[in-house]
């Protein structure tokens, strides 16, 4: 039988994140307005709060950053999106938004502890963290998400942080 599996609306946030922070527009292929996962609220928070307005076509959704007034002060309950929270909460920082968030008991026991990751800005071995400190611009050694052997990684493999990038790479 032929099954269809929807697109990562989770891993869409680290791309609403970017916009917002960086401006620009990107098509995200694959994502669906009709999506039973609860994680495309990512859409929603972003256009009222972050000035990043969706638009749905046939191939996707295109996120493109807006001129539209941002609040100081929001907040978000992510007891059913818990795992939205290291890209909105870094947006916010970045932006200059003071988020208030509620519903975070169960950030303590993901990965990682994503509510102290989110305040250190670490990694601690969470793709979450890395790909929302990335997306923020933050300094992230991510060569401990990628041991040899794994996923066809061999040593050394990795993202070299932007301040640590030269000239040429």
Known sequence: ?????????????FWYEYIA????????EGLTEDSLQGDRK??????????????YT????IVRATDDQRPTCI???FSATPDLYPA???TCERLGITLHAEG????????????????????????????????ADYPVNVYRLCSPGL???????????????TASG
């Not at 039988?1 to 946030?13: K, L, M, N, Q």
């Not at 046939?58 to 959704?61: A, D």
Request: hydrophobic residues 40%; contains cysteine.
């Open 151 to 165: 996923y066809g990684c061999t040593q050394g493999e990795g993202v070299i942080p932007k301040d640590q990038r």
């Open 42 to 55: 990512v859409a929603a928070i972003y256009a009222q709060y972050m000035g990043v307005h969706t638009t």
């Open 1 to 13: 039988p032929h099954v269809a599996i929807e697109r990562d609306w989770s891993a869409a946030a």
């Open 75 to 77: 907040t978000i309950d």
């Open 104 to 135: 975070t008991e169960r950030l303590r026991h993901k990965e990682c502890d994503r509510l102290e990751a989110v305040r250190l800005h670490e990694v601690r071995n969470d793709h979450r963290m890395a790909m929302a400190l990335m997306a």
């Open 88 to 90: 909105i909460a870094l």
């Open 21 to 28: 922070i960086h401006g620009g527009e990107v098509l995200l």
């Open 58 to 61: 046939p191939q996707g959704v």
